[in-house]
């Protein structure tokens, strides 16, 4: 048994794999697109192969096109007729996660699977991700997250401005540094809470700027909120990703909570998108974080699916 990244000659044979289980899955017409766009390499799909070259299993990490690290692993596929496809899938991702960090990255990269929002009652579904789970366990992965995954689309509402909360734009990127650490404090999302304890509230606030400055979305969207007064209410930065625009980021600080501004800032993100012309606005949030999954089923936001998130550490 062999275990590997693949080359650019390997790509017959790594998309000569495919699946009927309902989890997401690069399927060629994906894989091949993201490697066009630099989202997926073949450094970064790794493959287990036996003794006569077949492909038994194949692993998918996602990269942002102008950073070598692998950042979430997207799909994993067993071939059928191998008899013990949890340790088969561990012991593949484990060679790659002994490879990532050998390359110096601190943290093993997140593998998110796709689901639908009702497939807790899907026995399909289940199946589908308890071998995943089990052998994500074992290479690393035990800590779980769940994402709801939402979207706007144009025959749903914008709502007017009420003027409770005035926006501005900034320019001075420490400005949002400040903002990000106020509003982390208290925040009920997984990421910012495990960012935190590992970076502090400063070092967690500049991964956040780093982070949204490398999306696709432009920096001059981004807008800082206050009440009326004059006072710092909080922020919302509309952003897109590869797939076009998101609602990024909101956050209100902590002192002005529980008064409804969480609407404000995200009715500030869809008008400024819809007013763009925007098809569809995507979202996600933690299902832990549930003033923000409320804010977004009284905006009207569609929850379509979920993202459920594998990671290094648990929350
Ligand atoms: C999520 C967030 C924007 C909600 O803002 P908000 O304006 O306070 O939201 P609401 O006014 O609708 O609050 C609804 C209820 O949740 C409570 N609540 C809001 N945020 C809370 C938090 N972080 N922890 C505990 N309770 C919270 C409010 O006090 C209010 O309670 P009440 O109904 O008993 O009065 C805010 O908590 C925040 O900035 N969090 C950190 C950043 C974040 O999570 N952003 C979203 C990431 S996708």
Redesign the pocket.
Known sequence: MFFRPTVEADLDLVLSCSIDEPVSWADPERYRSMLDNGGYRPAHTWIAQDADGRLLARAVWWAFPESDRPLALDCVWVAPEVPDRIALAARLLGAAHEAFRAAGWDELPEWHLFLAPGWRDDPAALAALEWRIEAAGRSGLKGRLERLRYEWTPELPVPEPSGRLVFRTEPDDEAFVEVFQR???????DD?RRNLARLGADGEARETLAGYLRMPGERAWWLLAYTPEGGPA?FALPSANQGGPV?G??????E??????????LGEITRFHAARGAERIG????RD????A??FD?AGYRNFGVRLVLTETAG
């Open positions: 509003v982390a404090e208290g925040s009920l999302d910012t909080g609602v980021y909101l956050g209100v600080v902590p002005l909570r529980g008064r409804g501004y969480a609407d404000e800032l979202a996600d949030t933690d974080n549930r003033p923000m409320a804010c009284r």
